[in-house]
């Protein structure tokens, strides 16, 4: 039987993978089919262009989101600290990758606890949803919530991921009633996230019936964790399984309008294939409240925590530069402006 890789060596090895291999999905987000209305005379001045929001009582100078990433291994907490310090910098949202690692092996949770460095800012806990048909129940989701002092909590769909990896949790029966359970118990609000293979309609009715606060679509067109997971794969069947799924899921752009459709009152998270601010303001006009990206701040972080600004600032100013050229003075004037295939 094959050995298992520890959950922290796993990590190790995802940030490996993501910074040194070619790691994204054979579709795209779907976002270059559409574009704005380009506007030669805006009638408004870039510097009062308002890019600010409120969100789980907290304010953010842009719509972005540093999606969940890491945590559970010495340069995972290096790098979670300096994108900490970035986003308390440049006043975004951010999430912590999974804390499973630390709710099994204490010692581990001072790599996700970034509040020391970012007391300030909209900060997600994050849990495989699974891990509730695997023994995990509302104690567990409270500690990862408290272990980072964090106003929402994650909880993470990865059905392709989990039926991918050597010895993954399968086992999904009967668990939309236990995130009901979860949404109704908890004190802060639940968000259901993908990890990069979309939402379907069916997934976000059942997803707005358990009484999620929020869904992170994280769709196609991103990194693609089935390539991940081929990367690591322990043999040659398990590597060519894995690779048969370099162009499954749903884009982020389609993702977007059937939790717009079928949920059209639920706060939406835009990840999966988001290349930089532009897409970010494609993801608003498309109905999402946040839109997120991972790998251009892993990369960035990597350096340092004065790229990680940089990426952030340099992210603000293409949503600004974008609401200026379409006439929008505020994020809600964004959806006026869109053109493409359909919005739905």
């Known amino acids: 039987m094959t050995k298992v890789a520890p959950i922290d060596q796993r990590k190790a090895d995802h940030i490996k993978i993501n910074l040194e291999q070619d790691v994204r999905s054979a579709l795209t987000s779907g976002l270059e089919q559409y574009h704005f209305t380009h506007e030669a005379l805006p009638e408004l001045d870039l510097n009062r262009i308002d890019t600010s929001l409120s969100l789980f009582g ?22 979670n600290l300096r994108l900490a310090e970035a986003v308390q910098e440049c006043k975004v949202a951010m999430g912590v990758g999974s804390q499973r690692t630390a709710i099994e ?42 272990m980072i002092q964090a106003d929402a909590l994650y909880l993470h769909l990865n059905p392709m991921q989990e039926a ?10 009967g668990l939309a009633k236990k995130i009901e359970e979860i949404c109704k118990k908890i004190e802060v609000p639940v968000i259901a996230k993908e990890v990069g293979w979309g939402i379907s309609e069916r997934t976000a009715k ?36 894995a690779a048969t799924f370099v162009g499954w899921g749903i884009p982020t752009a389609e993702s977007i309008l059937n939790v717009n459709k079928t949920a059209p009152d639920m706060a939406i998270f835009a990840s999966g294939g988001i290349k930089d601010g532009l897409d970010i303001a494609k993801c608003i006009a498309l109905g999402a409240t946040l839109g997120g990206m991972a790998g251009q701040f892993l990369k960035a972080a990597a350096v340092s925590t004065e790229k990680a600004v940089e990426m952030m600032k340099l992210t603000k100013r293409q949503i600004e530069v974008t609401m200026f050229a379409c006439g929008a003075e505020k994020l809600e004037g964004l959806a006026l402006r869109l053109q493409g295939v359909s919005k739905g």
């Open 164 to 173: 991918l990896q050597d010895a993954g949790d399968t086992n999904w029966v």
């Open 206 to 241: 059942l997803l707005a019936d358990c009484g999620v606060s929020a869904i992170d679509v994280a769709g196609a067109g991103g990194t693609s964790w089935s390539q991940v997971e081929m990367h690591r794969a322990p043999d040659e069947f398990s590597r060519q399984l």
């Open 58 to 79: 907290k304010r953010l100078a842009s719509p972005t989101l540093v999606s969940s990433m890491t945590g559970g291994t010495s340069e995972a907490e290096t790098i």
């Open 105 to 146: 092996h204490p010692e581990q949770a001072k790599t996700f606890q970034v509040r020391r460095v970012a007391p300030d800012i909209l900060l997600f806990a994050n849990l495989g949803a699974v891990q509730l048909n695997y023994g995990y129940g509302i104690d567990q989701c409270r500690k990862a919530v408290d």
